[in-house]
């Protein structure tokens, strides 16, 4: 089982519905969640991290977290044809240590 | 500043070459990170720096050399790479804490001919 597990995709969504993105983990005593979006041949931008249980909500994009589920997702609203690019989830393994999934590739159809 | 600036951007090298890859930041971060991320994969951790001492080394080829200098400063020597180390390298840092997230520079798109 691996540590950080996505959908590779491609997700293909029109523009302005939601975007849903999920990730699950391995790792029960993970406390930290990363979501980070990268647009081809650039390098990795944090979007959003979460800690705690539930949601949390910044623009139009919202974590949710859910522990007991090993479960984290990324809704975008309102998807933009600029939000196009791949989504990595990250969780932290502790010693500074980030292990990512393999990314989702999200494309926006205008 | 919020940024992590790495030279050079691009680099060609030869096998039998000697290049260094160099990263810094200004955010007062007292953890940095050598990633290497291959096309359409996820970035995978080599090193990490934890107040300028090497506190994770993932196995990798001796070939690899990290360096810390000072606290803002990341360094990796290159020497004698196979053309399948060629890859994007990125570098990050973060705060001193188990629940922070990396800030990346824009890496070094790394060729080995």
């Known amino acids: 089982q691996k540590e950080v597990e996505q959908n590779s995709g491609p997700l293909s969504v029109p523009e302005g519905a939601i975007a849903s993105l999920n990730c699950t983990y391995s790792?029960?005593?993970?406390?930290?969640f990363f979501w980070y979006r990268q647009y081809s041949g650039k390098s990795p931008e944090l979007i959003m991290s979460?800690?705690?249980?539930g949601d949390k909500e910044d623009g139009r994009f919202t974590a949710q977290l859910n522990k007991a589920s090993q479960y984290v997702s990324l809704l975008i609203r309102d998807s933009q044809p600029s939000d196009s690019a791949t989504y990595l989830c990250a969780v932290n393994k502790g010693a500074q240590k980030l292990v990512f999934g393999q990314g989702t590739r999200l494309t926006i159809n205008p | 500043d919020t940024e992590v600036t790495q030279t050079p951007k691009h680099l060609v090298m030869g096998m039998t070459n000697k290049k260094s890859l160099k990263c810094e930041q200004h955010m007062g971060h007292r953890a940095m990170y050598w990633y290497k991320q291959k096309a359409k994969k996820p970035p995978e951790l080599m090193f990490v720096?934890?107040?300028?001492?090497?506190?994770i080394n993932e196995s990798v080829p001796s070939r690899f050399s990290p360096e810390c200098p000072n606290s803002s400063l990341l360094n990796l020597h290159l020497h004698a790479l196979q053309p399948e180390d060629s890859a994007l390298y990125l570098c990050?840092?973060?705060?001193?804490?188990?629940?922070?997230?990396?800030?990346f520079g824009s890496g070094t798109r790394l060729t080995v001919v």
């Open positions: 720096y934890s107040y300028e001492k090497l506190s």
């Open positions: 979460i800690y705690s249980n």
């Open positions: 990050a840092s973060s705060q001193e804490a188990q629940g922070d997230g990396y800030t």
């Open positions: 790792d029960r005593g993970s406390q930290s």
